[in-house]
């Protein structure tokens, strides 16, 4: 098995800064992927793929969070950030980080962003 633990998730003001970080522990082995999904609130079927990156630093972004988030990841802590500028109040959501070892997803339980003012 594989935890995730987030923190930074905060309320902040539009326009302003946040970064997630993501801590993986337990089985793992080898490479993997790494990234983040958002659940707004009210939508609790739908999640959004905000960002992701391979063992070896490929990265991807959604259109709507593209130019503003910026994924990174320390493969010797099994770690991922999220670092989130210029926020809008459409980014207030659950921010949930997950793990892909090519054989099984784990996720996290989640930090909340508020942006708001």
Do not use: H
């Not at 503003?68 to 949930?96: G, H």
Request: charged share 20%; net charge negative; hydrophobic share 30%.
């Amino acid at each position: 098995q594989v935890q995730l633990v987030e923190s930074g998730g905060d309320l902040v003001q539009p326009g302003g800064s946040l970064r997630l970080s993501c801590a993986a522990s337990g089985n793992i082995y080898g490479a993997n992927d790494m990234g983040w999904y958002r659940q707004a609130p009210g939508r609790q079927r739908q999640r959004e793929l905000v960002a992701q990156i391979t063992w070896v630093g490929d990265t991807s972004y959604s259109d709507s969070v593209k130019g503003r988030f910026t994924i990174s990841r320390d493969n010797a802590k099994n770690t991922v950030d999220l670092q989130m500028n210029s926020l809008k109040p459409e980014d207030t959501a659950t921010y949930i980080c997950y793990l892909y070892d090519y054989t099984e997803y784990y996720l996290g339980q989640g930090t909340q962003v508020t942006v708001s003012s």
